[in-house]
C-alpha cells in the first residue's frame, strides 16, 4: 500500500479510503468487520463514515441515521484497531426532527460532533466535515465551533464535502483571518463521467493545498462494466438502466477499451483518478470482502499517456479549468 499526505496536512492515508455507507443497510456486522478487517490487512488505513449513514437518509424512518458509525464502534471497540485507522465522519445531514438537528449551527455541530463520538466509541475523530455547504450559516460561527473541538481535542481536522470551489476560497480566506488551519480534504463526486468538478473545485483544492476524496468513482455501477454485467444475465436498477441508455456508444468503447488493457472497468475507472495529482484518495464502498479485494488492483495499474488520451475521447471532461475552458 502507498500513503500520501492529506492535503497540506502532515497526516498519511493510503491511497485508497474504505467508504461505509452500504454498513447497516446492505451490509450486515458480520461482513462490515469482515470488509474493516481485510481493509486494514490490505494497508487501507483511512475508513470514511458519515452520521446519516446505514439506511434510509432520513430521520423521520424507525431506522435511518447512526447504524454506520454504531457498526464502525463495535468493530473499534474489540480493541487494538483505533489506532492504526484514519477515521472520518460528517456532519450537516439531519439527525433528527427538530429545527437545529442539522444544518451547520455551532449548536448543532456541538451535538452532532458528541453523538458521532458515542456511536463511535472513540474520543477523537481525525477528520470532521462537513457534508454540505450551509450558506445560513457564516464562517465566524462555523470556524469558532470547529476551533472548539479542536481546541478539546475532539477533532484534529476539518474537511468539507460538496463545497463549490467559491465555497472552498471563502471557508479558507476566513480561517486564515483566524489563525486556523481551515480545511485539509473536499469529498467530491468525480469520476470519469462526471468531471465538473475539474472546472473549478479541483484548482480550488491544488490552490489552497486540499487533499480530493472523490466519491462515488465507478458512477455508482456505470464505469464498473455495466454492460457485460447485463449480458451476464444481472439485474440492473433503472437508475442503471437509464444511464446505459443514454450513455451506450461511450460505455462500448469503455468496455472495449478496457477488454484491450486486459483491465476491470472498475480498475481502470480508479487507477484514471489516481492519475490525478490532486486526488488523494478515491472512496471505495465495497457491499462485501470480495469487492474490496478486487478494488484494491487499481494500485497496480499505471495508465499510459496513450490510454489516458483515449479515455478523454470516450469520457471528455469541461474542456479543462475555468475560466480557459470556455473563454478565450
Not at 135 to 162: D, F, H, P
Not at 285 to 295: I, K, M, N, S, V
Request: hydrophobic fraction near 40%; aromatic fraction near 8%; proline fraction near 5%.
Amino acid at each position: 500500500m502507498r500513503y500520501v499526505n492529506l492535503g497540506r496536512s502532515g497526516l498519511k492515508v493510503s491511497r485508497l479510503c474504505l467508504g461505509t455507507m452500504n454498513f447497516g443497510e446492505r451490509t450486515n456486522d458480520t461482513d462490515s468487520f469482515r470488509i474493516m478487517d481485510d481493509a486494514l490487512d490490505a494497508g487501507i488505513n483511512f475508513i470514511d463514515t458519515a452520521d446519516v449513514y446505514g439506511g434510509p437518509q432520513s430521520p423521520t424512518m424507525e431506522k435511518g441515521f447512526g447504524i454506520s458509525e454504531e457498526i464502525i464502534g463495535r468493530w473499534i471497540e474489540q480493541g487494538g484497531r483505533r489506532e492504526r485507522i484514519v477515521l472520518a465522519t460528517k456532519v450537516y445531514q439531519p439527525m433528527g426532527l427538530g429545527p437545529n438537528d442539522r444544518r451547520l449551527s455551532a449548536y448543532h455541530i456541538r451535538k452532532a460532533c458528541e453523538d458521532s463520538l458515542r456511536r463511535l466509541k472513540t474520543d477523537h475523530i481525525d477528520l470532521y466535515q462537513m457534508h454540505h455547504i450551509d450558506r445560513n450559516t457564516r464562517w465566524e460561527e462555523i470556524w469558532q465551533a470547529m476551533e472548539l473541538l479542536v481546541q478539546q481535542g475532539k477533532v484534529l481536522y476539518v474537511g468539507s464535502s460538496n463545497f463549490a470551489g467559491w465555497d472552498i476560497a471563502t471557508a479558507q480566506a476566513a480561517a486564515s483571518l483566524r489563525h486556523f488551519m481551515g480545511l485539509v480534504a473536499e469529498q467530491s463526486l468525480y469520476n470519469l463521467s462526471a468531471r465538473t468538478v475539474e472546472l473549478e473545485v479541483i484548482p480550488a483544492c491544488r490552490h489552497y493545498g486540499l487533499g480530493l476524496l472523490p466519491w462515488s468513482p465507478l458512477g455508482g455501477g456505470l464505469l464498473g462494466g455495466v454492460l457485460q454485467n447485463v449480458r451476464d444475465g444481472r439485474r440492473a436498477t433503472p437508475r442503471i438502466t437509464q444511464k446505459i441508455t443514454q450513455y451506450r456508444e461511450q460505455l462500448q468503447a469503455y468496455e472495449a477499451l478496457c477488454d484491450d488493457l486486459g483491465e476491470r472497468p472498475a480498475d481502470v475507472a480508479l487507477a484514471w483518478l489516481l492519475h490525478n495529482p490532486v486526488v488523494t484518495a478515491p472512496i471505495i464502498g465495497p457491499r462485501t470482502p470480495q469487492q474490496l479485494t478486487l478494488a484494491l488492483r487499481a494500485l497496480d495499474i499505471s495508465l499510459s499517456d496513450d490510454t489516458l488520451r483515449c479515455l478523454d475521447e470516450i469520457w471528455p471532461g469541461p474542456g479543462g479549468e475555468a475560466p480557459q475552458a470556455y473563454a478565450w
